[in-house]
């Protein structure tokens, strides 16, 4: 069974451009969440995403936006990019919502100059 | 404030020296409490979830615990390949739900 496909895995851009990342989830997984990681703060959840609704947000300026597909792939868009937006960016699957076990991506490294 | 804390931030063992990570929280109405284990330049994966005080879970060298107000990851006679980050996390349903992870703790065992 596939694991959770992110791509790219790795990006670099310059400040005030826009950038989209892409999450495929595990087969019949139907939440997709979004984390940003960075050496200083750990995981941080960004928004969280079940059947095509966003169904929580974390406390990240608007700049952070997402979307889910009716075949449950998901992408996240950060615009206006700045050089603090440098980091890891994670994406886990889940079967239902609410405490069930999330399997992680590989992540996309993005790097803003 | 919902939060997660782990320590220590990181932790040099010598093969087959045995230790113990902790990871405290604060978090409403918790449902479980996930530890994660993250290789350098990969995703977190999944190690154990326990649901309840005095739950204990093994797997290999690894053994988790937990009590109403902390979780403990014990590593009985590491080996160098138990290097990595390990990771605790415990996920809300007050509110908004979503996980509340710590910042981890970084193993190093030598051999």
């Known amino acids: 069974k596939a694991g959770v496909t992110q791509t790219p895995r790795y990006l670099i851009k310059t400040r005030g451009q826009q950038v989209t990342l892409s999450c495929s989830p595990i087969?019949?997984?139907?939440?997709v969440s979004w984390y940003q990681q960075t050496p200083g703060q750990g995981l941080q959840f960004l928004f969280e995403y079940f059947s095509e609704t966003q169904r929580n947000k974390g406390n990240f300026p608007g700049r952070f936006s997402g979307r889910q597909f009716s075949n449950s792939r998901s992408e996240m868009n950060v615009s206006t990019l700045e050089l603090g937006d440098s980091a890891l960016y994670l994406c886990a699957s889940s079967l239902g919502q609410g405490g069930d076990i999330q399997y992680f991506g590989a992540g996309t490294r993005l790097s803003v100059l | 404030e919902d939060q997660v804390t782990q320590s220590p931030e990181a932790l040099r063992l010598q093969e087959g020296e045995s230790s113990s990570l902790n990871c405290s929280y604060t978090v409403s109405g918790l449902r479980g409490l996930f530890w994660y284990r993250q290789d350098p330049g990969k995703g977190p994966e999944f190690l154990f979830t326990l649901y309840s005080a005095g739950e204990e879970k093994e797997k290999e060298r690894l053994k988790a615990t937990l009590t109403k107000k902390e979780s403990f990851l014990h590593i009985t006679a590491p080996k160098p390949e138990d290097s990595a980050t390990y990771l605790c996390a415990g996920p809300t349903t007050s509110g908004t739900y979503k996980y509340i992870f710590g910042t981890g703790t970084r193993l190093k065992v030598l051999a």
């Open positions: 087969s019949g997984h139907r939440s």
